[in-house]
């Protein structure tokens, strides 16, 4: 069974960083693509960042410039860093691994961007 464990979520300022991981169970974590999600009250869910197994990326034309999705295959890590965040960005963001059209889900983690 796939276990997707999201960290570093919190509250910060407008203008402010944060620094998202998610650690996923199993051995073989590099053939994988993984995404960050988001979904605000009241929200559909939204990619927010995508990276391939080959660590090409993409992102919500929201976050461009912004965020950077990266992975650490030795830990098998993904991360999301977060820069000059906007009171928009809050929601609870979700980690994702794709395995051939099977999509796994962590437990999320909250982001508020508040003053």
């Known amino acids: 069974q796939v276990q997707l464990v999201e960290s570093g979520g919190g509250l910060v300022q407008p203008g402010g960083s944060l620094r998202l991981s998610c650690v996923a169970s199993g051995r073989i974590f590099s053939i994988y693509g993984m995404g960050w999600y988001r979904q605000a009250p009241g929200k559909q869910r939204e990619l927010v960042a995508g990276?391939?197994?080959?660590?090409?990326?993409k992102y919500a034309d929201s976050v461009k410039g912004r965020f950077t999705i990266s992975r650490d295959n030795a830990k098998n890590t993904v991360y999301l860093q977060m820069n000059s965040l906007k009171t928009e960005d809050t929601a609870v963001y979700y980690c994702?691994?794709?395995?051939?059209?099977?999509?796994?889900w962590g437990q999320g983690t909250q982001v508020t961007v508040s003053s």
């Open positions: 994702n691994q794709d395995r051939s059209g099977r999509l796994y």
């Open positions: 990276i391939t197994s080959s660590s090409s990326t």
